[in-house]
C-alpha cells in the first residue's frame, strides 16, 4: 500500500464523475452544491411529493378533472387558480410550491455576500458581476426544475387515466419553468437589499409590477372578444408573443437589479443604477399599458421589449476606448520604458554613487619612495 497516496485513483476518478461539471461555472456549482443540503430544498421538495400523492387522491374521486379552453396557453396563470379554467388540485399544488415558495428561497442569496464583503473578493477574481448573478440565478431555477421534474411521474399517471388536455398540462408545464425563473429573478434582486422590509417591499414591488403587465399585455387579445374582428380569439401567436415579452422584460429586471447592487464604485455624474431599475419597474406596468393601446391591444410586448432592453443597459460601467493605452507599470527599481506615457525618471534608492576607479593611496606612497 502505497502511504504517500493515500487516495487511489479508482476513488478519485469516482469522486470526480459525481461531481458537478465545471461548465456550470465556479458561482452555479458553489450554490448548487449548498443549495442541495439547505432546508429551502430538501423539505419543499418531502413535501410536494406527500402534497401531491394527497392531490392525486383527490382528484381520482372528481367527476371531472380539467374542462377544455381555446386560452390554454403559456403563463396564462388562471389555470392554477380555482375558477372556469381551474386545472385540478394537483397543478394547484404544483403551483404554490414549484412558483412561489421555492423561489422564495432565494431571498437569501446575495445577503450573504453583501453582508460580509464575499462580492468584493469575489468581483477580484475573473468573474463578473453578471457572471455572480447569473450563477445564483441558475443555481436558484435548477433546483426549482429538478423539484417539478420529480413530479413527470404523476404526470404521465394523470394522463393514463385520461380525459386530459395533452396541450393545456405542456402549457402549464412551460408556465412552472418560465415564471419559477421570473420569481426566481425577483428574490434574487431582492435579496440584494439588506434590510428585511426593504426585500419584501422590492418583492411586492417586483411581483405587481410583473402580474400587472403579464395580465395587461395577456389578457388585452381576449378583451374585447366579440367587439372586434381584429381581436383573436384563443391563445395564439400573438397571445404568446406577449407573454414571453414579459418573461424576458422581468428575467431581466430581476437580475439587473441583483447586478447593480454589487457595483463596488458609483461615479459622482451617475445615477445610482439600482434607482435606475426601481424606477423601470414603476414605469414598466404604464409602459406596456400604452403599447397595448397603441398597438390595438395585439403587441403590448414590444414595450415590454423596450423595457427589457433598457434594463439591459441601464448599468454599464464606464470603460476607455479600445484605442487608448494602459499606463505603464511604475514600480520601484524598474525604470519605464522610453517614451511610453506617463513615464518618470527611476527613483532614487538612497545608496551612494560609485566612485571612479583608480589608484588608491598605497600606491602614491610607491611612486613617492621611486
Not at 402534497?51 to 372528481?62: G, I, Q, R
Not at 417539478?148 to 393514463?160: C, D, H, K, Q
Not at 583608480?358 to 619612495?369: I, L, M, T
Amino acid at each position: 500500500m502505497d502511504l504517500t497516496n493515500p487516495v487511489s485513483e479508482s476513488t478519485e476518478f469516482l469522486f470526480k464523475s459525481r461531481d458537478l461539471p465545471e461548465k456550470l461555472g465556479p458561482m452555479t456549482v458553489k450554490e448548487l452544491r449548498q443549495g442541495l443540503r439547505r432546508g429551502m430544498f430538501i423539505y419543499p421538495f418531502i413535501g410536494i411529493h406527500v402534497l401531491a400523492v394527497v392531490a392525486m387522491v383527490a382528484e381520482f374521486k372528481m367527476p371531472e378533472v380539467e374542462k377544455f379552453t381555446e386560452v390554454a396557453g403559456v403563463l396564462n396563470l388562471l389555470l392554477f387558480l380555482p375558477g372556469e379554467m381551474f386545472s385540478g388540485v394537483f397543478w394547484a399544488v404544483t403551483g404554490a410550491v414549484c412558483l412561489l415558495f421555492m423561489p422564495l428561497g432565494g431571498l437569501a442569496l446575495m445577503g450573504q455576500e453583501l453582508e460580509e464583503g464575499n462580492h468584493e473578493l469575489l468581483l477580484m477574481t475573473p468573474l463578473s458581476r453578471w457572471k455572480v448573478v447569473r450563477g445564483k440565478f441558475l443555481a436558484l431555477w435548477g433546483l426549482c426544475l429538478l423539484t417539478f421534474s420529480s413530479l413527470l411521474p404523476y404526470l404521465i399517471v394523470r394522463y393514463l387515466i385520461g380525459g386530459l388536455d395533452v396541450w393545456r398540462n405542456i402549457a402549464m408545464a412551460l408556465t412552472v419553468v418560465l415564471f419559477s425563473g421570473m420569481m426566481a429573478a425577483g428574490a434574487i434582486g431582492s435579496s440584494s437589499f439588506t434590510r428585511i422590509p426593504a426585500r419584501i417591499g422590492i418583492l411586492i414591488l417586483f411581483m405587481g409590477s410583473m402580474l400587472f403587465s403579464l395580465g395587461t399585455v395577456a389578457g388585452a387579445p381576449g378583451f374585447l372578444v366579440g367587439h372586434s374582428p381584429l381581436v383573436t380569439k384563443h391563445a395564439g401567436v400573438v397571445f404568446h408573443f406577449n407573454t414571453l415579452s414579459a418573461a424576458f422584460c422581468y428575467l431581466t429586471f430581476g437580475l439587473a437589479l441583483a447586478r447593480s447592487r454589487i457595483r463596488l464604485v458609483v461615479h459622482q455624474y451617475e445615477i445610482k443604477p439600482s434607482w435606475m431599475i426601481i424606477g423601470l419597474l414603476i414605469f414598466t406596468p404604464i409602459v406596456a399599458l400604452m403599447a397595448t393601446f397603441m398597438t390595438l391591444f395585439h403587441a403590448g410586448g414590444v414595450g415590454l421589449i423596450g423595457m427589457g432592453l433598457v434594463g439591459w443597459f441601464a448599468d454599464r460601467s464606464p470603460k476607455a476606448p479600445k484605442w487608448v493605452q494602459a499606463p505603464a507599470a511604475n514600480l520601484p527599481g524598474m525604470a519605464p520604458p522610453t517614451g511610453a506615457p506617463g513615464s518618470q525618471p527611476p527613483a532614487s534608492t538612497g545608496s551612494p554613487p560609485l566612485l571612479p576607479s583608480g589608484p588608491g593611496p598605497g600606491a602614491r606612497e610607491e611612486n613617492k619612495g621611486e
